[in-house]
């Protein structure tokens, strides 16, 4: 027979697998470090900047960081439908270190525009590379740690990460 404590830990390691289990095949789960969640850096944040960045951790799959995308069709479908309101928010995002810049946005070949790419600063931002033609290209550069670890005082306005 286990001890009461062993027992809460098996049930609680246990409920988490299921967790996992059952959100699997239903979209994944969003997660969100608590000291982000608490830190004076997120709560000052406007509700529109938390919906954007809300937005923003739902595109992640635990390989994309740094290929996540704020385009005003994209973020309609989350309510903010204004492009001086997305606009306002990714710049408070970027201010408050609560994400960073990875590829700014520009026209591309035959018309085609590319989009401006953001990395949710707690955590690695992974190498994203594209196929053109037979080669692959790293299109953003990968980092092996998370660009921002300490959120317990307000941001500084610095990354060590420039854009590609």
Not at 73 to 95: N, V, W
Request: proline share 2%.
């Amino acid at each position: 027979m286990s001890s009461p404590s062993v027992q809460r830990r098996k049930n609680k390691n246990a409920s988490q697998g299921q967790l996992w289990k059952d959100w699997k095949n239903n979209g994944g789960i969003c997660q969100i470090p608590r000291q982000v969640l608490m830190s004076e850096d997120y709560i000052s944040l406007n509700h529109a900047s938390v919906r954007v960045l809300m937005a923003l951790v739902s595109q992640y799959n635990g390989a994309n960081n740094g290929d996540l995308c704020a385009t005003q069709s994209e973020m309609a479908k989350h309510g903010i439908k204004s492009p001086d309101t997305l606009t306002r928010t990714l710049k408070e995002l970027l201010q408050r270190g609560m994400i960073v810049k990875t590829r700014s946005g520009i026209s591309g070949v035959n018309g085609h525009r590319l989009c401006t790419l953001y990395a949710l600063s707690w955590l690695a931002v992974d190498e994203i590379g594209k196929k053109f033609g037979s080669k692959w290209m790293t299109e953003i550069r990968g980092t092996k740690t998370a660009l921002r670890l300490d959120f317990s005082k307000p941001h500084d306005g610095e990354f060590k990460y420039q854009t590609a």
